[in-house]
């Protein structure tokens, strides 16, 4: 695999030469400051490309070439959103730039309730509790008809909590759920906006009327029309699974497990229709079994995010570390170093900030100690794959 990292442009304090130091290979980017919808012109992507390879590394994947809000529901602009869209991949394929990931997540692109969860040993990281969500859902959006969809310990929770609840204390839950996580990966909240809250709920308006039948027929419907492009440039579309992997705030989900994908990719069944294969969003549903999906999809995977949860009994989930976990980061290394090609980009996903990433303000997941750390675990698994592949080689040929 191709040893990539997450790099948030020229305002990442994180440096391509910082990058160079730690063992990564390829730089995965976007151009963050292009709105949703608009054109990725030739000359603002040759312009990045530049930058990354006077800085000695080279641009390997785009993430995310985000898909606008009304292409996913179908709105009366989306044929002149998927010709822009149209438009940045050939742009991007012009450059040589030929694996894309986005997702195709209603209104939120992923989730979490606590950005600074404690571990024993002083380092932290992210969290989903769901009965903290259901708070939010219930409480804060007001969500018509949520209660159902939460258990009664849940609702429980609800209830205690909001005869203590502070302002202050709705406010960091708002910012943590929808604000922080998603302004960084070109969300549909910013940081800037005023009212998040306002604003979240007229987005989850415009999808009453989309089931997941719908969600799947607009999918489809913007893959066939964005696929002559990618087979023209040679693209790879990588789709990143839902994150988590199961029904949040009502709203249809599209890449759970291996219904979705066996969907998706027989939908449009063309190879550059691939998967983004985040073995920690897909851990976080107990109906997956990570590694049997990675074999299962091999062929169709153009890009591997590395990282790992644990599900607790009570459904929340955690981040836990890259060696362990229901993601088998190590089975998972193990099939790719030897069965996948050499240059599969793969990054590190959602290190813990440890030693002093707490005051650094990373993006929530994005620290540099504890992504450098994970990134090292990996590279010793990988170099125990590929010795014990080279073994194995060795012994075949010495028997023929
Ligand atoms: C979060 C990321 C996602 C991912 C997008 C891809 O940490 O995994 O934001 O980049 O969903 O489109």
Same mark, same amino acid.
């Given at each position: 695999m191709e040893r990539t990292w997450r790099w948030f442009g020229k305002k990442d304090p994180i440096t391509p030469a910082m990058l160079r130091q730690i063992g990564v290979e390829g730089i995965v980017t976007a151009l963050h400051d292009v709105p949703n919808g608009e054109i990725w012109t030739a000359e603002d992507i040759r312009e990045m490309q530049n930058y990354i390879t006077v800085n000695g590394l080279h641009w390997s994947v785009v993430e995310?070439? #985000?898909?606008?809000?009304?292409?996913?529901? *179908?709105?009366? +602009?989306?044929?002149?959103?998927?010709?822009?869209?149209?438009?940045?991949?050939?742009?991007?394929?012009?450059?040589?730039?030929?694996?894309?990931?986005?997702?195709?997540? #209603? =209104?939120?692109?992923?989730?979490?309730?606590?950005?600074?969860?404690?571990? #024993?040993?002083? $380092?932290? $990281?992210?969290?989903?509790?769901?009965?903290?969500?259901?708070?939010?859902?219930?409480?804060?959006?007001?969500?018509?008809?949520?209660?159902?969809?939460?258990?009664?310990?849940?609702?429980?929770? =609800?209830? +205690?909590?909001?005869?203590?609840?502070?302002?202050?204390?709705? +406010?960091?839950?708002?910012?943590?759920?929808?604000?922080?996580?998603?302004?960084?990966?070109? *969300?549909?909240?910013?940081e800037s906006d005023r009212n998040p809250v306002a604003l979240f709920k007229e987005l989850l308006a415009l999808y009453k009327d989309i089931d997941k039948t719908a969600l799947r027929a607009n999918m489809q419907y913007f893959l066939e029309r964005i696929m002559p492009v990618c087979d023209r440039f040679g693209i790879n579309m990588t789709v990143h699974p839902d994150d988590p992997p199961f029904p949040v705030l009502g709203l249809p989900r599209i890449v759970t497990g291996e219904a979705d994908i066996d969907w998706l990719l027989s939908a449009v069944d063309n190879p550059h229709n691939g998967l983004a294969f985040c073995a920690g969003s897909l851990s976080a549903g107990l109906h997956n079994d990570v590694p049997a999906l990675a074999e299962k999809y091999l062929r169709r995977i153009h890009f591997v995010h590395l990282r790992s949860t644990d599900v607790l009994p009570n459904g929340d989930f955690i981040e836990a570390s890259h060696l362990e976990g229901r993601g088998q980061l190590v089975r998972l290394v193990y099939l790719f170093e030897h069965r996948a090609p050499a240059d599969l980009p793969m990054r590190i996903d959602h290190g813990r900030n440890m030693l002093d990433d707490e005051q650094k303000n990373y993006n929530p997941g994005y620290s540099f100690l504890g992504r450098m750390y994970a990134l090292a675990q990996v590279m010793g698994i990988m170099a125990a794959a590929r010795a014990i592949r080279n073994k194995d080689k060795k012994l075949n040929n010495s028997t023929i």
């Amino acid at each position: 695999m191709e040893r990539t990292w997450r790099w948030f442009g020229k305002k990442d304090p994180i440096t391509p030469a910082m990058l160079r130091q730690i063992g990564v290979e390829g730089i995965v980017t976007a151009l963050h400051d292009v709105p949703n919808g608009e054109i990725w012109t030739a000359e603002d992507i040759r312009e990045m490309q530049n930058y990354i390879t006077v800085n000695g590394l080279h641009w390997s994947v785009v993430e995310s070439l #985000p898909v606008a809000e009304a292409i996913k529901y *179908g709105g009366k +602009e989306r044929d002149r959103l998927i010709e822009n869209y149209k438009i940045s991949l050939a742009n991007l394929g012009k450059n040589g730039i030929r694996t894309v990931c986005y997702n195709f997540m #209603p =209104v939120i692109d992923w989730i979490r309730t606590d950005l600074h969860h404690a571990w #024993p040993d002083g $380092s932290t $990281s992210l969290y989903f509790s769901k009965a903290r969500f259901a708070y939010f859902d219930c409480r804060i959006l007001q969500r018509s008809g949520a209660e159902n969809d939460y258990s009664d310990t849940e609702m429980q929770y =609800v209830r +205690e909590l909001d005869k203590t609840i502070t302002e202050a204390e709705k +406010e960091e839950m708002i910012n943590s759920i929808i604000v922080k996580t998603q302004g960084f990966v070109n *969300g549909n909240i910013r940081e800037s906006d005023r009212n998040p809250v306002a604003l979240f709920k007229e987005l989850l308006a415009l999808y009453k009327d989309i089931d997941k039948t719908a969600l799947r027929a607009n999918m489809q419907y913007f893959l066939e029309r964005i696929m002559p492009v990618c087979d023209r440039f040679g693209i790879n579309m990588t789709v990143h699974p839902d994150d988590p992997p199961f029904p949040v705030l009502g709203l249809p989900r599209i890449v759970t497990g291996e219904a979705d994908i066996d969907w998706l990719l027989s939908a449009v069944d063309n190879p550059h229709n691939g998967l983004a294969f985040c073995a920690g969003s897909l851990s976080a549903g107990l109906h997956n079994d990570v590694p049997a999906l990675a074999e299962k999809y091999l062929r169709r995977i153009h890009f591997v995010h590395l990282r790992s949860t644990d599900v607790l009994p009570n459904g929340d989930f955690i981040e836990a570390s890259h060696l362990e976990g229901r993601g088998q980061l190590v089975r998972l290394v193990y099939l790719f170093e030897h069965r996948a090609p050499a240059d599969l980009p793969m990054r590190i996903d959602h290190g813990r900030n440890m030693l002093d990433d707490e005051q650094k303000n990373y993006n929530p997941g994005y620290s540099f100690l504890g992504r450098m750390y994970a990134l090292a675990q990996v590279m010793g698994i990988m170099a125990a794959a590929r010795a014990i592949r080279n073994k194995d080689k060795k012994l075949n040929n010495s028997t023929i």
